[in-house]
């Protein structure tokens, strides 16, 4: 059975998870957009705001930074192109490097956003049932002619579901290299490649079982999903989130 992630829904009774999903998307899609252009100043509003949502939701940080893990790794890779390839006054200079005072600068900015925005989902995805969050991308998409809103969310509550599935294959698949000691190994590729082969089989083969299992159940697309009903707490949340991102966005055009 695959083991719970930072990325599952997490049963609570705290404010985020009552609100409507479909507030929680919009606020989602708000704060995502500010932090691409917020000042330093709010950046750090909302990463104090994310740290005590996640305490407030019990989050294990351990677990959400081994999760993220890889994720790090491209953020440091990122981290190191914009440092090498951004103008400026060089802190180091070599014949061959030169590292900038404004591309360190840059780089912190844009790997500190690119974190801020995989951490405003992971509460998202603590707070909302996958079912909810199937229905309100279906609410969403519905008057959009041409778009197969029920598939569409049914892929997307699906993803949601086999998250700790892939998790968990991916641990058994490390277990058993370090079982055949291929860990030791010292070439990066071959380690990668005994790692990524059976992953990728296994995934995919977990995916033919459910297709399998859902044909065998009848599944279809036209399922009656949660009835959605928003509140006055709904509406303050929305209009609080707007008020903030419009003050933002005032902020960001007067420092130009």
């Not at 059976?198 to 995934?203: D, G, K």
Request: with cysteine; proline share 5%.
């Amino acid at each position: 059975m695959a083991q719970l992630t930072a990325f599952h829904y997490r049963p609570g009774n705290t404010l985020a998870h009552h609100l409507d999903a479909r507030v929680k998307f919009i606020v989602l899609i708000l704060m995502s957009v500010t932090v691409l252009k917020a000042p330093i100043v709010f950046l750090c509003l909302i990463i104090i705001g994310q740290m005590m949502l996640i305490g407030r939701l019990q989050m294990p940080l351990k677990a959400i930074l081994v999760e993220l893990r890889f994720l790090l790794f491209l953020l440091a890779a990122v981290f190191v192109a914009r440092a090498l390839s951004t103008p400026g006054t060089p802190v180091v200079a070599l014949k061959w490097l030169t590292i900038s005072k404004e591309g360190l600068h840059e780089a912190a900015l844009i790997v500190w956003r690119m974190l801020l925005i995989v951490l405003l989902g992971l509460p998202f995805v603590a707070t909302t049932r996958p079912a909810d969050i199937k229905a309100a991308v279906e609410w969403f998409l519905k008057p959009v002619p041409f778009l197969p809103a029920a598939r569409i969310g049914t892929m997307i509550g699906l993803l949601l579901r086999f998250v700790p599935t892939i998790f968990a294959q991916a641990g058994e698949t490390m277990d058993a290299q370090r079982a055949r000691a291929v860990e030791n190994r010292k070439n990066p590729i071959y380690r990668l490649t005994k790692f990524a082969i059976p992953f990728v089989r296994r995934t995919f083969e977990s995916a033919d079982r459910l297709a399998l299992a859902m044909e065998a159940r009848c599944y279809t697309e036209n399922r009656t999903g949660p009835k959605f009903s928003a509140c006055i707490r709904d509406w303050i949340t929305l209009v609080v989130a707007v008020g903030f991102c419009c003050l933002v966005f005032v902020v960001e055009i007067a420092m130009q």
